[in-house]
């Protein structure tokens, strides 16, 4: 770990860590909304560099560990039809549904590959004419508008056999429910650099106006988290919440219409169903009637029973913030990397594996 401890060492680390310990003279908590900031904190141990006045706690910005089970077992259900490939990002092959995995579903003969992006998907459907390829559709407003564009692009190449499966979710109203069950005292939100690239930074301005809390759009190096902690101790200091972008190289007030206007054409905003929040309304993303022929569930008239909770595994209540992971009476018992029982312990984004990371 000698790199780490040098890195500790550098001067912009070290000026930033100083100056966030002379500032934040009173208690605060911080919630990342980003499963990458999540790891990051993780990885370089930021949460050390950090006074005790300060507490960072994750929320619901894994897009995996927010899938909800009845949604993985209709991944599983099309995992399970003749004659069709699956094709996911390697996340999704371990998360356990209700009563299995993609993992085992292909040990048992399913054709389930794992892809880099929805376009080596398309590829496989055009490689295979004749058979179905299903590519399972999970992420927030970053990977939307990329599956989107492989949809505009299986129809001008006339791909037929290209299906998605979308479990897409959008942040913003989430994070409106998030504040309104009032479950956990927050003072600022680190928000998602990836997710604001697309969304831009105004979305996020409900949050000063009407809950009186900070926002920081931060990018993702260490720098760029203690930057942006710094940002929010500030805000706080001074009573002056408001929505600051730190990840300037990559985010702006308006974000990328073009990326928005492509997912706006291909879906449309329904009900999604998110592990520990419930159904809201307008937080998913469903295919528009003139794509429909590229719908998975439709084509294949994918239905499953409601989805059954592993006993005991608390994924909801730390996706919420209401719950540390060592809190989690599995966590590191029966509950570990190599035998995950939920998503938050699989997916790379989650807040279980960080701090399993953590702790060692």
Same mark, same amino acid.
């Given at each position: 770990m000698k790199h780490l401890d040098e890195y500790r060492a550098g001067p912009r680390v070290k000026a930033l860590a100083e100056e966030i310990h002379r500032q934040a003279t009173f208690p605060l908590r911080f919630m990342e909304v980003c499963g990458t900031h999540t790891h990051a904190i993780a990885k370089w141990g930021l949460r050390q560099l950090l006074p005790e006045t300060i507490e960072l706690i994750s929320g619901p910005g894994c897009p995996v560990c927010v899938t909800a089970n009845t949604d993985l077992d209709l991944?599983?259900?099309?995992? $399970?039809? @003749?004659? &069709?490939?699956?094709?996911?990002?390697?996340?999704?092959?371990? &998360? @356990?549904? *209700?009563h299995s995995t993609l993992a085992q579903e292909r040990a048992r003969g399913s054709d389930v590959r794992v892809v880099y992006s929805p376009l080596d998907a398309l590829d496989l459907a055009g490689s295979a004419p004749r058979r179905p390829v299903i590519f399972l559709g999970v992420g927030f407003e970053t990977t939307a508008p990329t599956v989107a564009a492989?949809?505009?692009?299986? $129809? =001008?190449?006339?791909?037929?056999?290209?299906?998605?499966? *979308?479990?897409? =979710?959008?942040? @913003?109203?989430?994070?409106?429910?998030?504040?309104?069950?009032g479950e956990v005292r927050l003072d600022g939100f680190l928000m998602p650099g990836h997710v604001s690239v697309v969304l831009g930074s105004a979305p996020y301005e409900f949050i000063p106006a009407r809950y009186g809390l900070g926002c920081v759009v931060a990018g993702f190096e260490p720098v760029d988290i203690l930057q942006s902690t710094l940002m929010l101790v500030r805000q706080a200091r001074e009573k002056k919440p408001q929505v600051e972008i730190q990840y300037r190289r990559g985010v702006t007030k308006a974000g990328n219409e073009a990326a928005r206007r492509i997912m706006a054409e291909v879906f449309a905003p329904a009900e999604a169903d998110w592990r520990g929040l419930g159904r809201l309304p307008g937080t998913g993303l469903v295919f528009r009637t003139d794509w429909k022929c590229f719908d998975a569930v439709s084509a294949f008239n994918l239905t499953v029973p409601?989805?059954?909770?592993? @006993?005991?595994?608390?994924?909801?209540? &730390?996706? $919420?913030g209401v719950l540390r992971p060592p809190a989690c009476p599995l966590f590191g018992s029966v509950c570990h990397p190599e035998a995950p029982v939920g998503p938050c312990m699989v997916s790379s984004e989650g807040s279980c594996a960080a701090a399993w990371r953590e702790a060692r």
């Open positions: 991944a599983i259900a099309a995992a $399970r039809l @003749p004659e &069709v490939t699956i094709a996911t990002f390697g996340d999704m092959v371990r &998360v @356990p549904g *209700s492989t949809v505009l692009e299986a $129809r =001008k190449r006339g791909i037929d056999n290209f299906f998605v499966l *979308s479990l897409h =979710k959008t942040v @913003p109203l989430a994070l409106e429910v998030l504040l309104e069950l409601p989805g059954r909770e592993a @006993p005991g595994c608390r994924c909801g209540e &730390v996706l $919420r």
